[in-house]
């Protein structure tokens, strides 16, 4: 189920200051055709005494407003689905793409691990409660309720009471209890946002929304404010909170369980190549195992190159295959090994399904777009007077065209004698010739790194190129040449079916290809890929360095364009709920 196309938000009256009605305006005009609701005090406690009746002891208990705020919002969206937002939330962009979810929720910052152990959470990441989405019903917002049961008798004295018995304290706490088993809740990740209040990374819903922190109920540090800690309006007894756990226990309880997805452990390291980093997204929507042969009918999912696993899967389970392949027509022990041992194929691209097809694959085959990393963007460093940075970043197998990349460099030296191929090669599997890899690395305008980097060295790599090139001839994924316009990197890829959507943004710059080639690995043909001419490749990075400013432009634009597609999150729900109705 979708989340619906309904916003729900809250405030004390009817009237709102004019600085939270701008935000409340920018909302609805950012989601035309959507049901916008807004209540007030009287109709937030109707909302709980008509959906959950059972609830309003606890609700009329709360001795700060805001608490009750708390307990409304959940109830709301637990009921009737769509997204709650404070009312000093600023939406930035539509919430359209959200609405594939199940439930949503969002990285509220990371706290320090002293402060984690003082509060007793088993994680320092905080998640926030001022904005989420849900389709009706989803089993994550009945326990947030039954603990907010079980804290209800807490005395509220300080603003950490508040937070900890209905607010973001309890919220996060939830999370990590449930996180294993409710795999359909996305906490949406902020590497990089900056809180406009603390100048610190935080209280953002992604690159949709940003929390303003304008609300009215925090009470200390605050003198001229009343203390909203006040005595509680009514007492609420243990028997009273024993029939609410009871009723949302067996409320939970009457929810089908998820089941079970196994994903087969095909890599152990940090990822340094497509397969890998899918392996990595992947882990997190199943149970990691080495070995799947002592399942009985679960459901299996292999991400990886389909004939190397086939002594650890077996046929009385379900095996799915996450992968993809490079040109146009797949070895022929690759198609027998998916036809004999696997029920389902899932690649990323409609052209990689195409191939597969072709190719003689007669398990159904489906399309799961892929993700990409959204490395932190760090502050452009001013680009050197006396350097132009070209990057490569990959393995360097013959169909990157490493080696025609460095020819190409070399032929523009004498137009751009201040240009540096920066190249870093994460891991090697063979595939370019060892001279051709010596010259590289040698010649004196090459600055050659190696070896497999984190996120945030990845992220200060990227930042220092002026350009990034990606002539691959035969590409199934699209990986790196994403990364770089996320980060605003002026970005050089071959037109080649995988990138069509990034060339087709006009975003970036493309190679063209000129007819097409035997496909080579490791010194046999397996179909053909795209011609890719050294002259091509020269010419594209010529373009660039004379109207840099034009393509700087152009990076800037793509870089917003980008971040809110093809998102790890979306991927990973498409390929859970792929799984469960399988």
Not at 138 to 143: K, N, R, Y
Not at 191 to 212: E, K, S, W
Request: hydrophobic share 35%; net charge negative; aromatic share 10%.
């Amino acid at each position: 189920m979708a989340i619906p196309k309904i916003l729900h938000q809250t405030y004390r009256t009817k009237e709102i200051p004019e600085r939270l009605e701008e935000y409340r305006r920018k909302l609805i005009e950012l989601h035309p055709g959507w049901d916008y609701r807004f209540y007030g005090d009287d109709e937030c406690r109707d909302i709980v005494k008509r959906y959950f009746p059972s609830f309003l002891p606890v609700y009329e208990s709360c001795s700060a407003p805001v608490q009750k705020a708390d307990i409304f919002r959940i109830i709301a969206v637990y009921a009737l689905g769509g997204f709650y937002l404070d009312i000093d939330v600023e939406c930035i962009n539509s919430l359209d793409p959200l609405c594939e979810f199940h439930c949503v929720f969002a990285e509220e910052l990371t706290i320090t691990q002293e402060l984690a152990e003082e509060l007793d959470h088993r994680d320092r990441l905080r998640v926030g409660n001022f904005m989420f989405g849900s389709e009706p019903g989803h089993p994550f917002l009945l326990h947030i309720l039954r603990k907010m049961a079980v804290e209800s008798q807490r005395e509220i004295i300080s603003e950490h009471d508040v937070l900890e018995s209905t607010g973001p304290g309890l919220v996060t706490t939830v999370y990590h209890e449930s996180r294993d088993e409710l795999r359909d809740v996305v906490l949406l990740g902020n590497i990089d946002r900056i809180c406009p209040v603390t100048g610190g990374v935080g209280c953002h819903f992604g690159n949709y929304a940003r929390h303003l922190h304008e609300g009215s109920w925090r009470w200390e540090n605050t003198p001229a404010s009343p203390r909203s800690g006040s005595a509680r309006t009514q007492s609420i007894t243990q028997s009273q909170i024993n029939n609410i756990r009871g009723e949302i226990d067996s409320e939970i309880n009457r929810i089908p369980s998820p089941e079970h997805i196994y994903l087969l452990r095909t890599y152990s390291e940090q990822p340094y190549d497509g397969l890998s980093y899918v392996h990595n997204c992947t882990s997190v929507i199943g149970v990691l195992v080495d070995d799947t042969r002592h399942l009985n009918g679960e459901k299996v999912l292999v991400s990886g190159m389909p004939h190397l696993y086939t002594d650890r899967i077996s046929p009385h389970n379900l095996n799915v295959v996450y992968t993809t392949f490079e040109s146009d027509e797949l070895p022929g022990f690759w198609v027998q090994a998916l036809n004999e041992h696997y029920q389902h194929c899932i690649v990323p691209h409609p052209h990689v399904k195409n191939v597969f097809e072709n190719s003689g694959v007669s398990i159904p085959v489906e399309v799961i777009q892929q993700g990409f990393t959204r490395h932190k963007r760090k502050d452009k460093k001013a680009l050197e007077a006396n350097a132009f940075k070209v990057g490569f970043l990959g393995v360097p197998v013959q169909r990157k065209n490493l080696f025609k990349l460095y020819q190409a460099c070399a032929h523009l030296l004498a137009d751009i004698p201040e240009l540096r191929l920066r190249v870093h090669v994460p891991d090697y599997y063979g595939g370019m010739e060892a001279k051709y890899l010596g010259m590289v690395k040698v010649s004196p305008f090459v600055d050659w790194t190696e070896g497999r980097l984190s996120e945030d060295q990845l992220a200060r790599w990227y930042s220092g190129l002026s350009c990034y090139v990606f002539p691959s001839s035969g590409e199934g994924w699209s990986f790196t040449p994403r990364e770089s316009l996320y980060l605003g990197v002026p970005t050089i890829l071959s037109d080649i079916p995988v990138h069509r959507e990034l060339i087709e943004s006009g975003y970036c710059k493309a190679i063209p290809s000129s007819g097409k080639e035997e496909a080579v690995f490791d010194g046999t043909v397996f179909g053909q890929w795209d011609r890719v001419l050294v002259e091509d490749i020269e010419n594209a990075i010529r373009e660039l360095y004379l109207n840099y400013g034009s393509y700087y432009l152009r990076a800037l634009q793509g870089s917003r364009w980008i971040e809110n597609k093809w998102t790890n999150e979306s991927s990973q729900q498409l390929l859970l709920d792929f799984l469960v109705n399988v």
